[in-house]
């Protein structure tokens, strides 16, 4: 396009230029030549206008502030989103909370041709922070701005304070100043936060995302390991609610393939029955003798399950029956001892019952062949002659099965939502708006 | 299309217009402001020196806006309390003017439209919605910015300059608006915030430590 004229350039810049503290003359360096507003010296923490070329003191102080080290060193450079950005200030500011001071810290993140981002890290947990192109939306319907809409997603209001900025280091794309206050409200939908600014009638909006510290450490190649994260951030993803509608979802699949199995077994099980017997229990005879065996029976097909039933006509008294299923080819044998009880009667609330006339037990996986039952029947020696019956069935379907199967499935989906909840309920504890208790505790 | 040439009257220069409804040029040699007459070139003045650049654009940078190219012909450049911007002026290849502003590299690109109501300055109050087009925008701020100089070709004469107002307006997506009191008659544009990778820019300053 150009036709012979060369581009109108000057000597090359420095991309960052040293520069003396007009107040006690200690080298500054600019690392955002020309985008910086404000420069703090490093030796007596003046503050600096970085648009003045003779850094005219914006605010000093008589006595220097105890530093708090950025855990970033100004002048790092680390890979945020894909882009090289260098750290080139840092603040800390603090909210008062019900006499508590609270202080979180803001790395100024400057790449010449991206230009400004933020990183802020609270106890541990970091957030990659830019400001908003987008305006969100707030409700005007909601009365107190309790949900704030930006890029079509809805952001719950989590805290409003009045934030101080306590300490500055290194340069800002704004007027810095030691002792300003802001105005900041939060609005969470994790891992994202919206804050809004509010400083005189300057409103800025800002996006930040959930950043766990050791992606912190890696993007700026620091040493040794993030500090451990505290509690639970406002905006930290929970570790449990991207799994808590799959773990239901998979938990609907499961149960809905065990009840279609059930229905299957149900529909598909012979329910054959091979034996049946009736007994008298003559109560004369001492304990011990009682015991018999049946004669032999044969069972079929598969290796299945296997249904003993005792029934016996019992009022307000009991019966017990020792058993072993024997096989006859192998000597297996399979022990289990059933009690039928029935009691009945009247009292202030009416009739009552308790106990049943029938008792089944299923005894799991028996081969086929040839088998038998040993009997060892008890009563209650005072009473007369009892009689009771047993059937044998097989390839009985097991509803129990199904139900142990059921909860299997239940608990950890309960285990995993409880701990989403008891999540959600640690985050919103910190919050203006904090949940409450679940269970009623007694307060003083 | 053939290039207008002519040669600065303060001294001798070429002078070559990219845009053949470039109305003002600043001569690169002596920084004489140069307004297009039917005839002739008219010296009507003359720019400091801007201070050292600190956006990654300059004049010839070219790039992409939707399926348009532009080339950065000229540009006007402006100071506030917290800063400066640029206001690039774009050539694009369909014969358009637009414009591309970088604010601490936030960049934008937008376009004049004409035929709007438009607010007079004093009317101006910010949370104020406006509608153009279709599309509601919200004034976001009032920015009191004093000119501090031009460079290359501009649409308009545009050289001697103090005190400007301009109105931000901003929408829930990435469309913006400038209300521009510069002039007698306000002006609009209307653009959006674009990513600084989708403009696909070439020929852009190098900045010496960074690539």
Known sequence: ?444 | MTQPVASCPNCGAKIIFKWSSSVQTVCEYCKSVLIRTDVDLKKVGEVADLPPDTSPIQLNTEGNYGNKAFVVIGRILYEYEQGGWNEWHLMMNDGRSGWLSDAQEEYAVSFLVNGQKLPGESQLQVGQPYSWNGETYTLSVITQAHFRGVEGELPFQYWDKSDVAFADLRTPSRKFATLDYSDMQPCLYLGEFVEFEDLKLKNLRQIEGWS
Not at chain 1, 80 to 90: A, N, P
Not at chain 1, 102 to 129: A, I, M, T
Not at chain 1, 212 to 220: E, K, T, Y
């Open chain 1, 1 to 444: 396009v150009s036709s012979g004229t060369p581009p109108l350039q000057g000597a090359p810049k420095p991309h960052a230029k040293a520069l003396n503290c007009p107040k006690c003359g200690a080298a500054i360096t600019l690392r955002a030549l020309g985008q910086a507003v404000s420069v703090v010296c490093e030796s007596c923490h003046s503050i600096l206008d970085a648009k003045d070329p003779q850094l005219q003191i914006l605010q000093s102080f008589d006595k220097i502030i105890s530093p708090d080290p950025p855990l970033i060193p100004l002048g790092t450079r680390g890979k945020i989103r894909g882009t090289d950005h260098e750290v080139i200030g840092f603040e800390r500011r603090s909210i008062i909370v019900e006499d508590t001071r609270y202080y979180w810290h803001e790395y100024v993140l400057f790449n010449p041709y991206k230009g400004f981002r933020y990183l802020s890290e609270y106890q541990g947990h970091w957030n990659d922070v830019a400001v908003c192109k987008e305006q969100p939306i707030i409700d005007p319907r909601v009365s107190i701005n309790l949900e704030a809409n930006y890029l079509g997603e809805s952001y719950k209001h989590f805290q409003t304070a009045d934030a101080s900025t306590d300490f500055v280091l290194g340069e800002f794309p704004w007027e810095v100043r030691v002792g300003e206050q802001a105005r900041v409200t939060d609005y969470v939908h994790p891992p994202r936060v919206l804050s809004k600014e509010t400083m005189s009638n300057e409103v800025t909006w800002s996006i930040g995302e959930y950043m766990p510290g050791r992606d912190v450490w890696n993007a700026f190649h620091l040493p040794g390991n993030a500090p451990e994260a505290v509690g639970v951030y406002e905006n930290q993803p929970s570790p449990f609610s991207t799994n808590i509608t799959t773990v239901w979802m998979a938990f609907a699949a499961f149960a809905t393939a065990l009840f279609v199995l059930m229905i299957g077994f149900e529909i598909g099980a012979k329910k054959e029955p091979v034996f049946h017997a009736t007994y008298q229990l003559n109560r004369g005879e001492p304990k011990g003798e009682a015991s018999f065996v049946t004669d032999t029976f044969e069972l079929g097909g598969r290796t299945s399950d296997v249904e003993v039933t005792t029934s016996a006509g019992v009022q307000n008294d009991w019966i017990y029956v020792n058993y072993a299923l024997i096989n006859q080819d192998t000597g297996e044998a399979w022990d289990f001892g059933r009690e039928v009880s029935f009691y009945s009667g009247y009292d202030s609330d009416g009739a009552w019952s308790e106990g049943s006339r029938n008792d089944s037990v299923v005894v799991p996986s028996v081969p086929a062949g040839h088998y038998y039952l040993r009997i060892e029947p008890e009563a209650d020696p005072r009473h007369s002659t009892i009689a009771y019956t047993v059937d044998v069935k097989r390839d009985v379907p097991v509803s129990a099965f199904y139900g142990l199967g059921f909860i299997a499935l239940l608990l950890p989906a309960i285990v995993i939502t409880w701990r989403s909840v008891s999540f959600e309920r640690s985050r919103w504890s910190e919050s203006d708006h904090p949940p409450s208790p679940i269970f009623n505790t007694e307060s003083d």
